[in-house]
């Protein structure tokens, strides 16, 4: 089955994921109407395939925020089978370039976009990224994710030094019905081994960590995070089990670039890019993919508390060129 015939059966699924779909559709609203309305207006521009018709269409998927390195590999894949396959048809070509932009995706990939559950004991989640891009509020997202899942769900506040950081984090806490540790202007390691040991007690399903978001000094806060490392698998064996880096999807390759300068200080299993449905920078989740290789396990769609999903690439695809498969 192609990516189309897929993406028109995930159209006329009425099944437990329904609502989701629509989210991913109103989420990509932006990106679509700026990326898909252009590329139709391509094919209608160029009735044949051309070098002209190639060029411009490098420069749309450049302004689509997929990332130079991949529109370059992307743009190769494209020729080789038009040229292969005898495509002159730029409304066919259409299908051809959303085919190939899942594969992209998909191609090679054993990551996994499924949260890594411990077996036994709590599963720890450490969450990083920089100051501003939602990292506290997609705590208390997850934590109301798994708290309506029936699980018992602990916040812990690793940004001690942030003015306001703990009370944030507290807030979230109470929101969600979730337990809470936290205190102000102390070593973050200490603060999170007590409150590791609170979670062990209270036998939580699911512990949260919230870390500083300074990268300014790469040296410093690799070794704050090695630290909280330690301290956690001491505590925990085999965690964290998830290390998430929140990106702000509107920074665009901005967001790339913080992706790469925490993959160099840690250990990163999977992205959240939040704010995706504030930009039309959707093509950010490919940019990623191929840049770091770091899975995007959820993304945000909206500012309410359910407005956290976890990725789906068939639902993402289908929410960027849906208008394209009527």
Same mark, same amino acid.
């Given at each position: 089955?192609?990516?189309? #015939?897929?993406l028109?059966?995930i159209?006329?699924?009425?099944d437990?994921?329904?609502? #989701?779909v629509?989210?991913?559709?109103?989420?990509?609203?932006?990106?679509?109407?700026?990326?898909?309305s252009k590329?139709?207006?391509? $094919?209608?521009?160029y009735?044949?395939?051309n070098?002209?018709?190639? #060029?411009?269409? +490098?420069e749309?998927l450049i302004m689509?925020?997929?990332?130079?390195?991949t529109?370059?590999?992307?743009?190769?894949?494209i020729k080789?089978?038009?040229?292969? +396959?005898?495509?002159?048809?730029t409304?066919?070509?259409?299908?051809?370039?959303v085919d +190939?932009?899942?594969?992209?995706?998909?191609? $090679?990939?054993s990551?996994s976009?499924?949260?890594n559950?411990? +077996?036994?004991?709590?599963? %720890?989640?450490?969450?990083?990224?920089?100051?501003?891009v939602?990292?506290?509020?997609?705590i208390?997202?997850?934590?109301?994710?798994?708290?309506?899942e029936g699980?018992?769900?602990?916040?812990?506040?690793?940004?001690?030094?942030?003015?306001?950081?703990?009370?944030?984090?507290?807030?979230?806490?109470d929101?969600?019905?979730?337990?809470?540790? $936290?205190?102000?202007? =102390?070593?973050?390691?200490?603060v999170?081994?007590?409150?590791?040991?609170m979670?062990?007690?209270s036998?939580?399903? =699911?512990?949260?960590i &919230?870390t500083?978001g300074?990268?300014?000094?790469?040296?410093n806060?690799?070794?704050?995070?090695?630290?909280?490392?330690?301290?956690?698998?001491?505590?925990v064996?085999?965690?964290?089990?998830?290390?998430? /880096? %929140?990106?702000?999807?509107?920074?665009?390759?901005n967001g790339?670039?913080?992706?790469?300068?925490?993959k160099?200080?840690t250990?990163?299993?999977?992205?959240?890019l939040?704010?995706?449905?504030?930009?039309?920078?959707?093509?950010?989740?490919?940019?990623i993919?191929?840049?770091?290789?770091?899975p995007?396990?959820f993304?945000? /769609?909206?500012?309410?508390?359910n &407005?956290l999903k976890?990725?789906?690439?068939e639902?993402y =695809?289908?929410g960027?060129?849906?208008d394209? =498969?009527?």
């Amino acid at each position: 089955m192609g990516i189309f #015939d897929k993406l028109k059966s995930i159209i006329k699924k009425n099944d437990n994921n329904k609502e #989701d779909v629509k989210l991913y559709d109103k989420g990509l609203e932006k990106t679509r109407d700026e990326f898909v309305s252009k590329l139709n207006i391509l $094919g209608i521009k160029y009735n044949k395939v051309n070098s002209e018709y190639f #060029d411009e269409l +490098e420069e749309l998927l450049i302004m689509a925020d997929i990332g130079v390195n991949t529109v370059m590999d992307f743009m190769e894949r494209i020729k080789n089978r038009v040229k292969k +396959e005898n495509i002159t048809d730029t409304k066919y070509l259409n299908e051809v370039i959303v085919d +190939e932009l899942f594969i992209i995706y998909v191609e $090679g990939q054993s990551l996994s976009d499924k949260i890594n559950l411990a +077996e036994e004991g709590p599963t %720890v989640i450490l969450v990083v990224g920089v100051n501003g891009v939602g990292k506290t509020t997609t705590i208390g997202k997850l934590a109301n994710k798994y708290n309506s899942e029936g699980k018992k769900v602990m916040l812990i506040a690793g940004d001690t030094f942030r003015a306001g950081a703990v009370d944030q984090l507290k807030i979230w806490a109470d929101r969600t019905n979730s337990l809470f540790y $936290g205190k102000e202007e =102390i070593d973050p390691a200490g603060v999170i081994y007590d409150g590791l040991e609170m979670a062990k007690k209270s036998h939580a399903d =699911i512990v949260l960590i &919230d870390t500083a978001g300074r990268l300014q000094n790469k040296v410093n806060l690799m070794n704050e995070l090695k630290k909280i490392n330690n301290v956690i698998g001491k505590f925990v064996p085999d965690a964290p089990h998830e290390t998430l /880096l %929140v990106i702000d999807a509107s920074t665009g390759q901005n967001g790339i670039m913080q992706a790469k300068s925490f993959k160099e200080i840690t250990d990163i299993t999977g992205i959240v890019l939040t704010k995706l449905d504030g930009t039309a920078k959707g093509g950010i989740v490919l940019a990623i993919k191929e840049s770091v290789n770091i899975p995007v396990k959820f993304i945000g /769609l909206g500012e309410g508390i359910n &407005d956290l999903k976890p990725f789906d690439i068939e639902s993402y =695809i289908y929410g960027l060129f849906k208008d394209m =498969i009527k």
